[in-house]
């Protein structure tokens, strides 16, 4: 016989004797006699009340603060220190175009040049600068896409 032969007749032998101790019934464990063996039983149920989160207001981001010296195109009035500046343009006819919309949202902007040829525009003015602060807190709540909206103070 050759040399294979040999090393697998009692191999089989030794996994054929192991299969039949898990045939039904050739367990030799009793559960009942464990310690760590349980019985089965219902979970008790435990009632969980869930209370609504309280939500706390999101911090305000930081308002940015510029100082320039503007001056007012198109507008005749008072001139005034603090502006709510919610636009920002290189070309006039674009500042032009975007004062027609915010008219159109119910705004009263006005158009600014400072000293490098940006106009900014303006959607409202004050001499006290908490005013001018409160107006841009109400204006990042009540109008999202104006989020980045800022505070120039005027030069003199």
């Known amino acids: ?7 697998f007749i009692p191999v089989m032998i030794l996994f054929l004797a192991s299969c039949a101790s898990l045939r039904k019934g050739s367990s030799r464990f009793d559960s009942s006699q464990s310690i760590y063996v349980q019985e089965e ?3 008790a149920r435990i009632e969980v009340k869930e209370e609504p989160a309280v939500r706390e207001p999101a911090p305000e981001p930081a308002v940015v603060v510029r100082e320039e010296r503007v001056t007012t195109i198109e507008h005749t009035g008072p001139d005034f220190r603090y502006y709510v500046i919610i636009g920002s343009f290189r070309v006039l006819e674009n500042a032009r175009n ?3 919309d915010l008219v159109r949202q119910q705004f009263n902007p006005v158009i600014l040049e400072n000293e490098e040829g940006l106009y900014r525009v303006s959607v409202a003015a004050y001499n006290d600068e908490f005013e001018a602060r409160s107006r841009i807190s ?3 709540r009540n109008y999202q896409q104006y989020s980045d909206v800022w505070l120039l103070i005027r030069r003199r």
Do not use: E, L
């Open 1 to 7: 016989m050759n040399n294979r032969t040999i090393w």
């Open 41 to 43: 039983t219902q979970p």
């Open 98 to 100: 975007f004062r027609t």
């Open 138 to 140: 109400q204006i990042r």
